[in-house]
């Protein structure tokens, strides 16, 4: 079974950095491609970035391309959302999510979730 577990979020000031990582746990993940997305209180969840977890293809949101930066670890099965130059908008729950094909920008696609870090950007 596959679980996802998010950890990283917090609370950091107007122009911080946080590092999100998520633990992919429960099968071969070689297939697959892992997404971050978000929701601010209020808001629908959005997509924030996605990477294939062996050949290529990373994808960003027009919004947050240049400051924030996705990764992934094969030997520690964790995929990572490195944010820099964080804005109060940016404040939002950021969740994890997988799916057994290429990469996608449509949560719609994504079959497996975290239940979520919080991220809060002070002004």
């Known amino acids: 079974q596959v679980q996802l577990v998010e950890s990283g979020g917090g609370l950091v000031q107007t122009g911080g950095s946080l590092r999100l990582s998520c633990l992919a746990t429960g099968r071969t993940f070689s297939s697959f491609a892992m997404g971050w997305f978000r929701q601010a209180p209020g808001k629908e969840r959005e997509f924030v970035a996605a990477v294939n977890w062996r050949a290529g293809g990373i994808y960003y949101s027009d919004t947050m391309k240049g400051r924030f930066t996705i990764s992934r670890d094969y030997a520690k099965n964790t995929v990572y959302l490195q944010m820099n130059s964080l804005k109060p908008e940016d404040t939002a729950v950021y969740y994890c999510?997988?799916?057994?094909?290429?990469?996608?920008?449509?949560?719609?696609?994504?079959?497996?979730w975290g239940q979520g870090t919080q991220v809060t950007v002070s002004s």
């Open positions: 999510a997988a799916r057994n094909n290429i990469v996608s920008r449509l949560q719609s696609d994504y079959d497996y």
